[in-house]
C-alpha cells in the first residue's frame, strides 16, 4: 500500500477526535442528536484547524443510519462510503479551483434533486472567500430558498472577504489555532501509537512551527520521520521546521549586543542562506528578547523563562542588553513581521531590522517625540532608503573583512561609543560657523554638495549620504548625520576630513571648514546657540506669530541663519 500522509491516517472520524474546538464539536453534536441542525454552515479559522474535518464528520453524521449522541457509527454503510469518498450525497468543492459562476449554477440546477442514498445531501465548499461576485450571488440565491434535505457546509480561512449577505445565512463558527499542548498531544499520541521513539524538543519546535495548524504540524512530522531511520531526532526537526540552531542565535545576538551592524548582518546572511525562514527568525528573536527580559527582571519572573529557547550561552551574553533595549528590539522586530508578511522584500527587510537594532544610537533617536509627527509612510519610506544605503556600504565592508582587503575597523567597545559622543562634537567649531551664518552661504553648500559628493570614493560617499548641510557662514559648513555610526566614523578620519575641506575649499572657491555634528544632537546645539547668544534681548509681550516673526530677535537670527521657509515660531 501507498505511503499515506500522517494527517490523512489521522484525519479525525468522530467529533470527539476533533482536537482543540470542544464549544464547537459539542454544539454540533447536540445539534446531530436534536436533529436541529441549520442548512448552511460557515466555518472560518486558521488552515489546519479542523474546518474540513469538521465539515466532513458532520455530513457524515447528519447520515448516519446509527447515529449515537449526535456521533457518526463509522459502521453503517453511510459511513463506510462517506469515509472512502464514494458517497454521492456529500459534494465537495473546492472553490479555489472552482470559483466560476457556472459551477455554481451547477449546484443550484442539481440541488432540486433529492439525496439519492442518504438522507442529506451536503455541500462542502472549500476556502468559498475564492468565489467570484458572480457565483456569491448565485450561491446566495440558493441560500433564500434551500430545498429541503440540503445543507451547505462553507469554510473559508478569510471569512472578512465573504459578502455580508452570505454570513446572515450561515450558522457561523469560529475555529480557533490549537494550542500547542495539543499539537505535542496529538503527536505523542500517534507516535507512540506507532512505536516511533521521539526527541522531546523535537517535537517541541515542531508543534511551535505548526503555529496553531494540527495538518500543518503532523505533515512536518511526517517530513521530519521521512529524513532519518524511524525516528525523531532534534537535528531532523530543526531542518524541516527552518529551526535556527542556538549557534546561530547566539552570535547574531551577541553582534546586536555589542553594537556591530556589520558582524551582525553577516550572521543574518549565514542564517538566511542556511535556508532558515526570515519568519520564523522573526519570531525567535522576540522569544529570545522576551526570555531575556524575564531573566534581567527578578528571580521570579526567571521562572517563567522558556528553558528551551535559553541554553547557557544565551544568558551568558544577557547581561549586555538592559531591558529598553529589548523591548525597542521587541518593537523594531514586530514591526518587521508585519513588513515581512507583505512583502516579497524580505531580505532587504531584515537587513534593515538588523542594522536598526545594532545600532543603539538609532533607537534613541527614534524615541524623541518630535520625530514622529511627520507623515509616518514617509518617515517610513526615507528611513528605509537610508538604511538601504548604510546596509550597502556595511556589505563593502563585509566584502573587505572577509577578503582581508579593507583593514579591519577597530573594535568600539559600547560603552566607549556612548561616552565619547559628547567629547568628539566639536561646539567651538560649530558655533564658529553658526556666529556668521547667512542663508546665502547655505544655499551654496547645498548647490555644490552633489559635486562635492562625486569627488568622493564609493565608500565614503555611501558614509556621506547620510549627512547633509545644515548651517553656512562664509567660512565653514555644518554638515549633520543622520546615524551616529557615521558621523563618528567621519569625524574620527582626519584624513578624510581634510580632503572633505579641500575639496568643499576648491568648489566655493574660498577657505571653507567642514564641521560635522550627530543630526540628533543638532536643534539643542542649534537651540543652545540661539538662547546663548540672543537671550537677554527677548520680548516680554508676544502678540501674534507675525509680529513674533518680525519683531523676535531669537527669530530674526534664526532666518538669518537657516532661512525664512523654515523658521515657524511656535507658542509655548
Ligand atoms: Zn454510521
Redesign the pocket.
Known sequence: MAYQALYRVWRPQTFSDVIGQDVITQTLRNAVASHMTSHAYLFSGPRGTGKTSCAKILA?AVN????HDGE?????E??KAANENRLNDVIEIDAASNNGVEEIRDIRDKVKYAPTEAKFKVYIIDEVHMLSQGAFNALLKTLEEPPANVMFILATTEPQKIPATIISRTQSFNFRRISRQDILKRMTFILDDKKIKYDEEGLNIIAASAEGGMRDALSILDQALSYGDDELTLKNAQEVTGALSNEQIVSYMTAIADDKPAEALTSLYQILASGRSALRFTEMIIRVCRNLILYNSNSDLSNQMDKSVMTDELLAIANKFDNNRLFYIVDQVSATQKNIKNSNQTDIYMEILTVKISEPQVAQQQTQPETTSANDSQVESVEFDKLRDEISHLQNEIKGLSTGVQKAEPAKPKTHRRANNNTRLNKTAIYKVLGSATKDDLNAAKDIWPDLMSMLSISQRAMMKVSDPVAASPAGVVVAFDYMMWFEQAQDDSEFLQELTDNAGRLLKKDCQIVLVPKKDWPTIRKEYIDNNIDSNKPTNVKSKEETKKTNPTVDEAVKLFGDDIVDVKDD
Not at 448516519?64 to 447515529?67: D, E, I, V
Not at 457518526?72 to 453503517?76: D, K, M, R, S, V
Open positions: 457524515k448516519c443510519l446509527n447515529p457518526p457509527c463509522n459502521e453503517c453511510i459511513c
